[in-house]
């Protein structure tokens, strides 16, 4: 092997190490094989449980070039049988070469003969090198074809350079093991994003879709990104980092009770307690008046503002916002009572009840909002625990602030936008957007696009959500994704 070959095969080398793109990989093996050893025509081989598997054939003097997803090639896997040449280098983890095809009675050759007529193309001869990876293990097959001489003609492959094939053919095989490594790793992270995913589905299923939702929301967004030509871009690694983190994103929900994660009213199951307690002071009074201690128009009286009472406490108990006058008349009823014939005064409204229908806007008590907003930091608890590749170190990151806001009034740690990354930004965008516009949240209603729009832009004049990433969003039209 000259000097100039053993350089080429080391800068291959070194470049095969380098690519993370598997079709590239795969031609550039092949490529690199053919033009160290100046032949024709190659074909690679990956080796797979039912055989030997085409996955790149190429011919240069008739500009045949196919294998990967421009041309997918359809011929059947190669048995792992010793009579075809590329198998038995399998099988015996051994070089060949062979002279001339045409008279060589080791192998059946009748696939390459059937395929010379079809072609009008003259296979004769052959170099064909088994790949190793560094545990000895054989992952496939290069087989080089017509190797020529400076006129261009068919000549046998020169065995000098046999040395050359193997150490070309063995760092290839540790390059694609390696890749596969990488894809296990990924895929492992995958397999671990879905079964959290599913747990969360398991115990909430509106939270799931949320979930869905912001994953297409985000990819859409980070494809549009790629197309408009806009100079905030994700290279691969950074768009699985992003969608990872907006897969992980509410992990932490997986610890919130579910009486407060599927709170679909103010009161909750206690509703039924009141309605009960008004029942019974109703049922005391028309006792009482059995009893002399209360007259029938006091009863009737009294009935009459149960009966309104009951009628409030159900429609603060579902209101989607409680006005000043509500919560006026939810204070004065707190402050009824009824007297039974031991003097014991009974509160129509607990201070419990009072709490929860005097919430403002949705069902959750401070208290159990205070629960809720705990998932954000349970996140970044769980995610401590998983030991992300270095490439992915950001997913906990990004996973646990998508509730910090600009203004500093977010939560978990109440960051300050110099400390909020643009990721993190896109994500409060997604995940506010999809809360606003969910249609299967228990408590509430779907909000329309354009309404959900202007209340981030109410956020934005507020300081708590990023103007221009809200600007991008709308822009994208990527929040149509789940026909919004």
Request: contains cysteine.
């Amino acid at each position: 092997m000259t000097y100039e070959q053993m350089r080429r095969v080391l800068e291959i080398s070194l470049d095969l190490s380098s690519e993370r793109d598997r079709e590239k990989l795969l031609s550039k093996i092949l490529d690199t094989a053919m033009d160290i050893t100046d032949c024709d025509a190659g074909t690679l081989y990956l080796l797979e449980s039912d055989g030997l598997h085409f996955v790149r054939m190429v011919t240069r003097s008739m500009g045949v070039r196919q294998g990967g997803h421009a041309a997918p090639i359809t011929l059947p896997p190669v048995p792992l049988e010793p009579e075809y040449v590329c198998s038995w280098a399998v099988l015996n983890g051994s070089m060949i070469n062979v002279p001339d095809v045409h008279s060589d009675k080791r192998f059946d050759f009748s696939g390459s003969i059937r395929y010379d007529k079809m072609t009008g193309y003259n296979t004769k001869t052959m170099l064909v090198a088994p790949m190793s990876d560094d545990k000895g293990d054989i992952i496939g097959v290069a087989q080089l074809i017509n190797a020529r001489d400076a006129e261009g003609g068919t000549i046998p492959f020169d065995s000098g350079m046999e040395f050359a094939v193997r150490a070309l053919a063995s760092q290839a095989a540790i390059s694609i093991t390696n890749m596969r490594y990488s894809e296990q790793i990924v895929s492992l992270l995958d397999s671990l994003v879905g079964a959290l995913s599913a747990a969360i589905d398991e115990r909430t299923p509106y939270n799931a879709n949320h979930t869905r939702n912001m994953v297409r929301y985000a990819s859409a967004f980070l494809d549009w990104l790629d197309e408009s030509g806009n100079g905030w871009r994700f290279d691969e690694d950074r768009r699985r980092t992003f969608l990872l983190s907006v897969w992980l994103h509410d992990v932490g929900k997986m610890t919130v009770p579910l009486e407060v994660m599927n709170k679909e009213t103010r009161l909750g199951p206690r509703l039924g307690d009141v309605l009960e307690r008004f029942r019974v002071i109703g049922l005391l009074a028309r006792i009482a008046v059995l009893e002399g201690r209360l007259t029938a128009e006091e009863a009737e009286e009294l009935k009459t503002k149960l009966d309104r009472g009951a009628a409030l406490v159900e429609k603060a108990n579902a209101a989607g916002f409680l006005p000043d006058e509500t919560l006026e008349e939810i204070e004065k009823l707190a402050g009824e009572t009824y007297t039974d014939e031991n003097g014991r005064e009974l509160p129509w409204l607990g201070a419990e009840e009072l709490e929860a229908l005097s919430v403002r806007k949705g069902t959750l008590t401070a208290a159990e909002r205070e629960i809720m907003e705990n998932h954000a930091a349970v996140t970044a608890k769980i995610l401590s625990h998983v030991t992300f590749p270095a490439k992915y170190a950001d997913v906990p990151l990004w996973a646990a602030e998508h509730h910090e806001l600009l203004n500093g009034k977010g939560y978990p740690k109440g960051l300050t936008a110099e400390e909020i990354p643009l990721e993190v930004r896109l994500l409060t965008v997604l995940d506010v957007f999809d809360a606003l516009t969910a249609r299967d949240r228990p408590y509430k209603k779907p909000m329309p696009a354009e309404k959900a729009f202007a209340v981030l832009n109410d956020m934005v004049r507020e300081g708590g959500i990023d103007r221009d990433m809200l600007a991008l969003f709308e822009q994208s039209g990527a929040w149509k994704e789940t026909g919004q």
